[in-house]
Nanobody
Framework: QVQLVESGGGLVQAGGSLRLSCAAS????????MGWYRRAPGKERELVAA???????NYADSVKGRFTISRDNAKNTVYLQMNNLKPEDTAVYYC??????WGQGIQVTVSS
């Protein structure tokens, strides 16, 4: 069974940090582009960060300089390091393997 499983979410105060992990199983994902998306209450899902198979990265303007996406192909895992979190980062975060494999989502809540 091919699946993505997110972990590392939770509640943190503004200015704090969290690291999300996305563990892939059932397939080797080293040749796939991977990404993190989020959906805040009442808003559309948006791309947060993406990383290609070759390691090139792309970020939403709202998280540039605060979030870092990385991948460990030996562990079949993608990470999202989130620093200096803000209340507006509160959302359900989803891991994606291009084009259409999704994790179940994980809640990140940032209190002011």
């Amino acid at each position: 069974q091919v699946q993505l499983v997110e972990s590392g979410g939770g509640l943190v105060q503004a200015g704090g940090s969290l690291r999300l992990s996305c563990a892939a199983s059932g397939r080797t994902f080293s040749s796939y582009g991977m990404g993190w998306y989020r959906r805040a209450p009442g808003k559309e899902r948006e791309l947060v960060a993406a990383i290609t198979a070759g390691g090139s990265t792309n970020y939403a303007d709202s998280v540039k300089g605060r979030f870092t996406i990385s991948r460990d192909n030996a562990k079949n895992t993608v990470y999202l390091q989130m620093n200096n979190l803000k209340p507006e980062d509160t959302a359900v975060y989803y891991c994606n393997a291009w084009p259409s494999l999704w994790g179940q989502g994980i809640q990140v809540t940032v209190s002011s």
